[in-house]
């Protein structure tokens, strides 16, 4: 089907939307971090990040979100962009920008849900996390309503996908986020109602393709690949299909049981595929054979991290990690204070983050007297925690169901990136 300009922009008022003046610079300070799982969906970092035992583990600053939500912070330059949801069953629907500098708030857009916005209590309608080029900003809800905005906050384009999938929903939510690759932005939806993927064109909000999906609900994120040609990859239990980015043409299946919570990772050249464990395909080889496969490299509801030539995966209490060449496992370490984990971890050259729902954030890293990896410490925030942070300039940007805190060492000249 076709949209028009017109279609698009009115969808902007009936959807609600309202402006609070704001204002985001333009002088980019920061290294951005701009979709689920950072800027190329390793969760990995080189940058010298705050840990226990640095009194920077301390907020620098925490503020309050206008709703709640599980999604991930982003970081554009010297903003932080975040999606939440209130008000009657979650159909108010927020995106507003803080400064990474002082948590002030740069701008706050508003709009009231037209598809189905429920969702179990521990979730919320602003699930999926956000994305960006660096120029927009898009961000999709569980009840199906997707946004495009400038990065200063002014709205493009929105698009109710509920009105063209009215079927699309589940009751723990639709927490698949977009992805952006050459204009092109992917949304993954899959439910047992109307189940579909589609491409949609960043600049117009116009639907450039759809194709069905297995009708049963799924979680994974998409990811934007190039073959050398773009492409998105998508994920489930039935197999992995990657599909032509602005086409939607149908350029492959590989015939693996894929995760439907975890998302596969894109470390050029493996894609690596959570599954039974995790298995790699060469997408740089004809016929993308499969590198490796490690079946005690399981990933629960996490998602695969790529630092410094490994593979990280978070097993509840338990974190492992294997050569990302060969697969073979290089280290295990029990977490004693990790109970129940929904966020990927984050890697940087200060160790290995991860994020307790209770809000307990454990470091593992190696151990500077005997270099064998360990537990290197521990830090409590007020919690639900479900959500990936987010690493930009040597911070590292925590979101609560209700908050969103930034970790910041308390010089700038600790915040550099780590030296090769």
């Keep these: 089907m076709h949209f028009s300009q017109r279609f698009v922009f009115a969808g902007l008022i009936a959807a609600g939307i309202g402006l609070v003046p704001g204002f985001v610079s333009q002088n980019a300070f920061a290294s951005d971090w701009l979709q689920f799982r950072g800027s190329d969906t390793t969760s990995s970092s080189s940058e010298v990040t705050p ?7 301390q907020p620098a600053w925490e503020v309050a979100t206008s709703g709640r939500g599980i999604s991930s912070p982003i970081v554009i330059g010297d903003s932080v962009v975040v999606t939440s949801s209130g008000g009657e069953d979650e159909r108010d629907l927020y995106i507003e920008a803080f400064s990474a500098l002082d948590g002030s708030r740069l701008w706050l857009r508003t709009l009231h849900a037209l598809g189905r916005p429920y969702t179990h209590p521990t979730s919320a309608n602003a699930s999926p996390s956000p994305a960006s080029d660096g120029e927009k900003i898009v961000a999709l809800f569980s009840s199906c309503d ?11 384009w929105y698009r109710a996908l509920a009105v063209d999938h009215p079927r699309t929903g589940n009751d ?13 932005i992917a949304v993954q939806l899959e439910n047992q109602g109307d189940s579909f993927c589609s491409g949609i064109d960043l600049e117009t909000g116009e639907t450039l393709w759809t194709r069905p999906r297995p009708r049963r609900s799924g979680w994974a994120t998409p990811i934007a690949v190039r073959l050398p040609d773009p492409a998105f990859v998508f994920q489930n239990a039935d197999g992995i299909e990657l599909v032509a980015a602005r086409s939607g043409e149908l350029l492959a299946t590989l015939d693996i049981s894929g995760s439907t919570t975890s998302s596969p990772t894109w470390a050029p050249p493996l894609l690596l595929v959570p599954g039974n464990g995790i298995t790699a395909f060469n997408l740089r080889e004809p016929s993308f054979p499969i590198a490796w496969e490690n079946s005690r490299l399981k990933c629960r509801s996490v998602s695969p ?8 995966v978070n097993q509840g209490s338990v974190i492992a990690a294997a050569d990302f060449t060969t697969g073979e496992l290089t280290w295990k370490t029990r977490m004693r204070d990790v109970k129940s984990v929904w966020a990927t971890p984050i890697a940087t050259a200060s160790g290995i983050y991860v994020v307790d729902q209770s809000g307990t954030i454990t470091v593992v890293g190696e151990e500077s007297d005997t270099g064998e990896v360990d537990v290197l410490g521990t830090a409590e925030f007020t919690g639900p925690m479900l959500a990936t942070p987010a690493v930009s300039d040597g911070c590292i940007f925590l979101r609560s169901d209700r908050s969103l805190i930034k970790l910041a060492h308390s010089t700038a000249s600790e915040s550099k990136p780590a030296a090769d």
Excluded: Y
């Design 51 to 57: 840990r226990p035992g640095d009194d920077s583990m």
């Design 146 to 156: 997707l946004v495009c905005l400038k990065t200063d906050g002014t709205p493009l």
């Design 172 to 184: 723990v939510s639709m927490s698949s986020s977009p992805v952006i690759l050459d204009d092109v």
């Design 305 to 312: 991290v790529v630092h410094n030539g490994q593979v990280i």
